[in-house]
């Protein structure tokens, strides 16, 4: 969240862009740890099932939130 938030206040959606994949690679990270926690039986598995969907449902979104503003402008319409 706070790397979102860092990028947001950047100036340019290239900017917010790269902080967007490190806040995706950051998901990824966690679910690394989460794999060692279920391993370590810190999880049931069904907390680990539920937490890993989430943090896949998580990097999809940034994955779309990435894509959306790599997209070239749109013209302004007149009239």
Not at 53 to 73: D, F, G, R, T, V
């Amino acid at each position: 969240m706070a790397n979102i938030a860092e990028g947001f206040s950047r100036n340019t959606d290239k900017e917010f862009r790269q902080f967007l994949f490190v806040a995706k690679g950051s998901a990824s990270e966690l679910q690394s740890h989460l794999y060692i926690a279920l391993d370590q039986h810190y999880l049931e598995q069904a907390q680990f099932d539920q937490i890993r969907a989430e943090l896949e449902h998580l990097s999809k979104m940034l994955s779309n939130l990435i894509k959306y503003l790599a997209q070239p402008p749109k013209p302004k319409q007149t009239g």
